[in-house]
């Protein structure tokens, strides 16, 4: 798989998976926007492990639930590079509660990062993709979207709507050479999950056949190979990344 002069905007790439796609495209030969919303040191981190790469990394901060700032952001994407070839819509967030006592702030807080921000991103950036008739689309969904999971409502129906959304894309721009897939992934051990207890990690990993929790590694070759030219036949797809936990 060879990204080499790609151009590719991974959200929330100061940790995480995010971080894990960006050093995973970047390996690939693909320069990287790193953005990120309040992690500066992370995301300056993200962009000091892409450079070692040899590959060019650009920094930019942006609230992805804002489409002004996320067109200022593509904008200087096109300005730095020329071109975005591949987008991964990583960024995301948990306000977990059971219904009953989910703040609605938390329910708005969750969409508009985990789906709205996917919409304002991706509007942006198939600007530069429609003109070049060539691009790569990967929304980072969740196996919760699927299957739902008790206490995460809001990031279930975000999560899913990353689907249907997939998939919808998939249909309005394949005529262009423009892919839309998904990736799902099950438990990844990321900040997210350093804090379960053994106990329930011990719980959880009693339903995944494969025996151990996921690495953003996992997820970042799923959305490398998405992004490249082998998975040019694939879209509209869900990549789930979940050591058959899900099925």
Not at 46 to 53: E, H, N, Y
Request: with cysteine.
């Amino acid at each position: 798989m060879d990204l080499g002069g790609k151009v590719a905007v991974v959200t929330g790439a100061s940790r995480g998976i995010g971080r894990a796609v960006a050093v995973t495209l970047a390996g690939l030969g693909a320069h990287i926007i790193v953005n990120y919303a309040g992690h500066v040191e992370g995301a300056k981190e993200t962009s000091m492990l892409v450079r070692d790469l040899g590959v060019r990394a650009l920094i930019h901060q942006a609230d992805v639930a804002n489409q002004e700032q996320v067109d200022t952001m593509m904008q200087q994407a096109l300005q730095e590079f020329g071109r975005i070839d591949i987008l991964v819509n990583n960024a995301g967030i948990t306000r977990d509660n059971l219904l009953p006592r989910m703040r609605e702030q938390d329910w708005d807080a969750v969409l508009d990062i985990n789906l709205k921000g996917a919409y304002h991103c991706t509007k942006a950036a198939l600007r530069p993709m429609l003109k070049a008739r060539w691009g790569r689309i990967i929304n980072i969904s969740s196996v919760v979207g699927l299957s739902g999971n008790a206490g995460q409502s809001n990031y279930a129906a975000a999560k899913a709507g990353l689907i249907g959304f997939t998939k919808a894309l998939a249909k309005e721009f394949g005529t262009r050479n423009i892919t839309v897939n998904a990736v799902a992934p099950g438990y990844i051990s990321t900040d997210m999950t350093a804090d379960f207890s053994e106990e329930n990690k011990t719980q959880l990993l009693s339903g995944v056949p494969l025996g151990r929790l996921g690495t953003t590694e996992d997820v970042a070759t799923a959305v490398a190979f998405l992004a490249s030219e082998w998975a040019g036949y694939i879209t509209g797809q869900v990549i789930v990344v979940d050591g058959g936990m899900s099925m």
